[in-house]
């Protein structure tokens, strides 16, 4: 199905789709034809980080430790990023099934999905949908189980290695790195961490091999994603598209004719606005996303917009590191100064140096990232900064 | 206090009394409690063999694992961006307006406390808000009334 522009994709929700034979095939392919199959496809991990997803499995199965785990990474809390539920909700066997064919190529018997507590009403259907799961491989004589993990509300706990923290009993704060969790993860085990839908991804090159999703996309951003769009749009929803499209074309599809900047990434994404909208390829050669897609038109303030974010940041910061802890809160006080009048607009410029500080000097993703969002906006908006 | 004790006791029972096991017996003291007193935080911790410095700070990080006493509802309103941008402020107001309460307050008779919190994961359905599990999106002030009237029947 195609939009005016954009080109719908129809892989992940696609209902024609038989895990079990799926898993039944691909357990019939050794370990390096697997991977080999995910290399060819080009697929990077949906999560925004963009790491090869073969790799990833590559570097675990090497791990000479016997003990390996999955995981499922289904606490992806970033503003805007709702796809996941409707993963979950709507094709839980195809996540399943990315997890044991992870399992199968590292060499798990174990695996587990941390669940945002946020989505603990998912739980029973996914309980149920897991023992179906659970009886299929034991038809098969695979020999692996999943267990669900649920979180309490802590957006940090995205994070792979505050996950596995808040998985073992401790407060959700990450580690240093390296070790990656590819050589020391849940348990201090070689340890596979992919969100929902890189999972199914995954599956559904099994199921249809490289080619069909490598066709698909740009050099650098292979495949389709699914976008979870909001904000002022009249088709606020979730959306699986080709990667590739510039913000313009987005905008063409999804904006209400008023769009005046679209955050592409959610809260520790960035901002673009309309001037950039023509040259930005969204994209991993533009700007890269885990698929959260909000659209500002006129009628909103970008300080609101900003200061809305950093409130975000400012409470679901662990607060283990000083930058990100104290950093979050100074560039809220700073940029309501400068609001106020208190301070004057040359002030946004020291505030852009403490955020750059932060990207350099944050222990993890969150601190180094609030600086996307505070750069682009204050940046492309500075005068909704100061007046 | 004994039935803390008791509750406690059996959840460990039947999560285990591994560090693994925390997290998981904190959520089944909320379920039942609806928040974790210094008793409970005591009793896991004596449960667990650990300090109960180590499961007071492990409590407190989580937004969903209350350590202050809430209502038998808990009403979490979503604040983020997209939700504020659908008129989230709206849905609060009224909220405040039916219970009599401020935002961290619970009711007198102990039946609704009523939160904000961050990012429900609904942002294209939004407003929306959480009562303990169930989510509730596309809120208006008339739905709102209704759910919480409703709510105020149970």
């Known amino acids: 199905m195609s939009y005016s522009n954009l080109k719908r994709v129809d892989l992940i929700f696609d209902k024609e789709c038989n895990p079990k034979e799926i898993i039944k095939n691909t357990w019939a392919k050794s370990n390096d ?12 991990g949906r999560g925004g980080a963009g790491f090869p997803t073969a790799l990833k499995w590559k570097y675990t199965a090497e791990q000479p430790e016997p003990d390996k785990y999955i995981i499922c990474n289904a606490d992806e809390g970033e503003p805007g990023t709702f796809k996941d539920r409707e993963i979950l909700f709507k094709v839980p066997q195809k996540v399943f099934g990315g997890m044991v064919v992870g399992a199968k190529v590292i060499g798990a018997k174990e695996g587990f999905i941390y669940l945002r507590g946020e989505y603990r009403f998912l739980l029973p259907e996914l309980e149920a949908q897991l023992e179906i799961f659970h009886a299929s491989l034991k038809d098969l004589k695979i020999d692996f189980r999943i267990k669900i993990i649920m979180g309490s509300g802590a957006y940090i706990c995205g994070e792979e290695s505050a996950l596995f923290e808040s998985m073992e009993g401790h407060r959700g704060e990450p580690r240093n790195k390296p070790p990656y969790p590819t050589i020391s993860g849940f348990r201090s085990k070689p340890t596979v961490i992919n969100n929902v839908e890189t999972l199914v991804y995954a599956f559904m090159i099994c199921m249809h091999g490289a080619r069909k999703f490598k066709d698909l996309g740009t050099a650098d951003s292979r495949g389709s994603k699914v976008f979870s769009i909001s904000g002022d749009t009249p088709k606020a929803g979730i959306y699986e598209l080709e990667l590739g499209m510039t913000v313009e074309q987005f905008v063409e599809e999804f904006g209400d004719g008023d769009t005046k900047a679209v955050q592409v990434g959610g809260a520790s994404g960035f901002c673009v606005p309309r001037k950039k909208f023509k040259e930005t390829i969204i994209g991993f050669e533009g700007v890269p996303t885990g698929g959260s897609m909000m659209l500002f038109n006129s009628s909103r ?10 409130e975000f940041f400012e409470e679901e910061s662990c607060g283990q590191c000083t930058p990100c802890r104290v950093g979050c809160q100074q560039l809220i006080l700073g940029i309501e100064a400068v609001k106020k009048g208190e301070r004057h607009a040359n002030y946004l410029e020291h505030l ?5 500080t932060m990207k350099i000097t944050a222990k993890c993703g969150l601190g180094q ?5 505070f750069f682009s906006i204050v940046e492309n908006f500075k005068e909704e900064m100061i007046y | 206090m004994p039935e803390i004790k008791e509750l406690v006791k059996n959840l460990a029972g039947k999560h285990g009394r591994t ?9 089944g003291v909320i379920h039942e409690e609806r928040y974790i007193s210094d008793e409970a935080m005591t009793e896991i911790a004596r449960e667990l063999d650990i300090s109960a410095a180590q499961v007071y700070g492990t409590a407190t990080f989580y937004s969903f694992l209350d350590t202050q006493p809430r209502g038998k509802y808990v009403i979490r309103v979503c604040r983020t961006i997209s939700c504020a941008m659908k008129g989230k402020n709206l849905i609060t107001h009224e909220i405040e307006d039916m219970l009599k309460i401020k935002i961290g307050e619970t009711t007198q008779n102990k039946k609704f406390s009523l939160l904000e919190t961050n990012c429900l994961g ?3 359905k939004g407003p929306a808000m959480l009562i303990n599990d169930e989510a509730f999106t596309d809120l208006t002030a008339e739905k709102v009334r209704e759910i919480i009237n409703q709510y105020m029947k149970k």
């Open chain 1, 33 to 44: 034809q697997i991977i080999n199959e995910l290399l060819e496809s080009g697929l990077k």
């Open chain 1, 301 to 310: 303030s970008m300080f609101n917009v900003l200061h809305n974010y950093l």
């Open chain 1, 352 to 356: 852009q140096k403490l955020a750059q």
């Open chain 1, 369 to 373: 990232s609030v600086a996307n969002s």
């Open chain 2, 19 to 27: 560090r693994e096991s925390l997290i998981p017996i904190l959520q």
């Open chain 2, 122 to 124: 609904w942002c294209h």
